[in-house]
């Protein structure tokens, strides 16, 4: 059975930093990233990343401040958020699939971790 339990969400002032990171049990993903809903809006693609740690992608919001990485032995994924927002309070929701390719549309997620940016 596959989980994937996030952690290191919490309450920050703006232009504070965070680690976010996601374990993975139960098999290994070629591709995992993250997404995340604020409140009263959609969920939404933050950033990806391949096997390899090659292929990473960011949405424009985050590009600059973000920082997606993974260790493949630990089967973690982690986001390093620097220069936080307000706008970027939300839930941050793990995900993963086989391939980088359907990663968008991911066939697993996480529970979510609250991010709180506020002074």
């Known amino acids: 059975q596959v989980h994937l339990v996030e952690s290191g969400g919490g309450l920050v002032q703006p232009g504070g930093s965070l680690r976010l990171s996601c374990a993975a049990s139960g098999r290994t993903f070629y591709a995992m990233g993250w997404f995340r809903q604020a409140p009263g809006k959609e969920r939404e693609f933050v950033t990806t990343?391949?096997?390899?740690?090659?292929?990473?992608n960011y949405a424009d919001s985050v590009k600059g401040r973000f920082t997606i990485s993974r260790d493949n032995a630990k089967n973690t994924v982690y986001l390093q958020m620097n220069s936080l927002k307000p706008e970027d309070t939300a839930v941050y929701y793990c995900?993963?699939?086989?391939?980088?390719?359907?990663?968008?549309?991911?066939?697993?997620w996480g529970q979510g971790t609250q991010v709180t940016v506020s002074s």
């Open positions: 990343i391949g096997w390899s740690g090659g292929s990473a």
């Open positions: 995900v993963a699939d086989p391939s980088i390719a359907t990663i968008r549309n991911p066939s697993y």
